[in-house]
Nanobody
């Protein structure tokens, strides 16, 4: 079992930046992939970014590629999401997630992940 707690959300103007953190506890987090998802009001939860256990491999949704950066610090058991050039359409609750490793998964959908944080609100004003 892995417990995840997000922090760093808030209100920011369009064009601004925020850095989200996801602190993990429980089993050794360094053996887990990390992911970020978001959910806007009335919409389904959508994939944002994922990073492998070492941090050497990342993948982003097209809507955030070039603006967001996912990273991790396995000493601190923390995954980060640096968000730059924020847009009003980035407004959502952002969730950190971690999956149990299973063959054949791409780790780009909600169903691929087993553990979730409680979410942190990001609001981007125009």
């Amino acid at each position: 079992q892995v417990q995840l707690v997000e922090s760093g959300g808030g209100l920011v103007q369009a064009g601004g930046s925020l850095r989200l953190s996801c602190a993990a506890s429980g089993r050794t987090f360094s053996s887990y992939r990390g992911g970020w998802f978001r959910q806007a009001p009335g919409q389904e939860r959508e994939f944002v970014a994922t990073i492998n256990w070492s941090g050497g491999s990342t993948y982003y949704a097209a809507s955030v590629k070039g603006r967001f950066t996912i990273s991790r610090d396995n000493v601190k058991n923390t995954v980060y999401l640096q968000m730059n050039s924020l847009k009003p359409e980035d407004t959502a609750v952002y969730y950190c997630a971690a999956p149990e490793t299973r063959p054949g998964r791409l780790y780009r959908t909600v169903g691929d992940y087993d553990y979730w944080g409680q979410g942190t609100q990001v609001t981007v004003s125009s």
